[in-house]
């Protein structure tokens, strides 16, 4: 039998063996559509080579030249074949990781794969009412929320005191965190049980707080363990009594403390003042008083302190004196309604940024000792009720002021502007809000320093009504026909 299937290939001609390639090549583009079809490539490959190999080996037993040649090419087919069929099933195979792995993005949460420090940093910056609420999403997040560092709770929120305080009771027993960064609480007026309170605060205390904010309306007072904490770093107390906010003998220890802001009314100060000599490394003081005692003297020692801002209001019945012996400060803003405060001030050489804002001010000689420690600052804004004789009042030199800002309630006359405009030597930028008169007030001298100026110069004037035509002769003057530039 093999002997005549040889012998028929032997006597064949040329044409029936072309006839065979073409049967076999039809029988590799089958193969090819199964392979897409079946996408199973062991059985691809192995089809392909079993039909090649029964395609070639009779013609390997043949003799003739052309019979050869033609195993040849099939030969050769079935290798390209072979690397094709290799080909697709990579480009298949990476075709179904990629869907895979496009599946499972689209059905797994990504945020609730993130690490736990992550989410707990999420959830702490935003009010912890929020952060309960995301409890609702899902299994997974029901209990996220107990990972936050911070507790900002505000009673506006709530429907009534009672539930926000029962809010807090239950955050502060759920919390799993070691530590708490910001402990927020706000009250606004309402009252709120001393010993409420007292329990949120000692909780915060042995959780080791570093940010400590509480906004009460009628406390008698604080827990003493605030008062010695080692961990806090900043601390804001509003007060809306006229009582202690803590009791006399009360201990002040605060080594850590940088920022204490506090508000409070009458009959406080001393505590406040005590309170404030227990911070060693102080470095920003915010202080409302609204209401001055008769102590003689408020005296501020602090070697530390950068940055200060008093808003004191004062009645005209007896005359306080308010010392500051801050050489390290470098901004200075104070507030207020004060007609017979004295400022004393030392030298300070750091001095930045100074704002002084006041609604009442009775005697231009109270001004002017102010205005002398202040002499070192780069910026000055002063906005002030000017009495009648202020403008004849001289001024100290400003010699470092490049950015000076006037503003008055009643109106600033253009004589004393000039003043100032004489006063500092190194000015780039003036604004001026407000000037009395509506027409231009030739000055009776040209600052000395103005017929040599050759740097810019901003110039704004605001609030006039002939603001234009003054900002006009104001530029001539000072820059003495020069471009100026609106800044």
């Known amino acids: 039998m093999e002997r005549k299937t040889v012998n028929k290939v032997d006597d064949g001609d040329h044409s029936s063996l072309e006839e065979d390639a073409d049967k076999y090549n039809e029988q590799l583009e089958a193969v090819f559509f199964k392979l897409k079809e079946s996408k199973s490539y062991r059985r691809t490959v192995r089809s392909i080579s079993i039909s090649y190999i029964t395609a070639a080996t009779p013609l390997l037993s043949s003799l003739k030249q052309t019979a050869y040649l033609i ?17 697709s099933y990579k ?23 993130m690490p736990d420090e992550v989410l707990s940093e999420i959830l702490s910056s935003m009010p912890t009412k929020f952060a309960v609420q995301t409890s609702i999403l899902s299994k997974t997040w029901r209990y996220n929320w107990t990972m936050v560092t911070n507790v900002d709770i505000d009673v506006l929120p709530f429907h009534g005191v009672e539930n926000c305080c029962t809010f807090v009771n239950r955050v502060l027993s759920l919390c799993k965190t070691t530590e708490i960064k910001l402990f927020r609480l706000h009250f606004n007026r309402f009252w709120v049980q001393k010993s409420r309170m007292t329990k949120w605060i000692n909780e915060a205390v042995r959780l080791k707080v570093s940010e400590l904010e509480v906004q009460y309306g009628d406390l008698l007072e604080l827990p003493f363990c605030l008062f010695t904490c080692k961990t806090l770093t900043k601390l804001r107390i509003d007060n809306y009594n006229e009582r202690d906010v803590c009791d006399s003998q009360t201990p002040f220890n605060l080594p850590c403390l940088k920022a204490l802001d506090i508000a409070i009314y009458r009959n406080s100060s001393p505590i406040v003042f005590k309170l404030i000599s227990g911070c060693s490394i102080l470095e920003t003081l915010s202080l409302q008083i609204y209401s001055l005692s008769n102590i003689e003297e408020y005296k501020f020692n602090i070697p530390t302190l950068k940055r200060l801002t008093l808003r004191l209001w004062k009645s005209r019945s007896n005359i306080n004196k308010v010392v500051l012996n801050v050489p390290n400060l470098e901004d200075l803003f104070i507030f207020g309604g004060w007609c017979s405060l004295i400022f004393v001030m030392q030298d300070f050489p750091s001095l930045v940024s100074t704002e002084f804002s006041s609604s009442v001010l009775w005697s231009d000689h109270f001004w002017v000792e102010l205005l002398k420690g202040l002499t070192r600052a780069k910026s000055l804004s002063l906005s002030m009720r000017y009495s009648e004789d ?11 002021v490049k950015h000076l800002k006037l503003d008055s309630w009643q109106g600033l006359k253009w004589p004393r502007i000039f003043q100032y405009l ?3 030597s190194e000015l780039e930028h003036i604004y001026i809000m407000k000037p009395e008169e509506s027409d231009w007030s030739e000055p009776l001298s040209v600052p000395t320093w103005a017929e040599v100026r050759i740097r ?20 001539r003057l000072v820059l003495g026909g020069r471009n100026a530039v609106e800044c």
């Open 422 to 424: 004489e006063s500092c």
């Open 91 to 113: 480009l298949e195979t990476r075709t179904t990781e990629v869907s895979s792995t496009l599946m499972s993005y689209k059905n797994v949460d990504r945020l609730s794969n």
């Open 456 to 475: 810019v110069f901003g110039i704004h004037v605001e609030k006039c009504r002939g603001f234009k035509e003054a900002n006009n002769h104001l530029r």
């Open 71 to 87: 195993d040849l090419d099939i030969v050769e087919d079935g290798i390209v074949a072979l690397a094709e069929v290799k080909k």
């Open 390 to 400: 202020l403008s004849h009042a001289p001024l100290p030199k400003f010699l470092n």
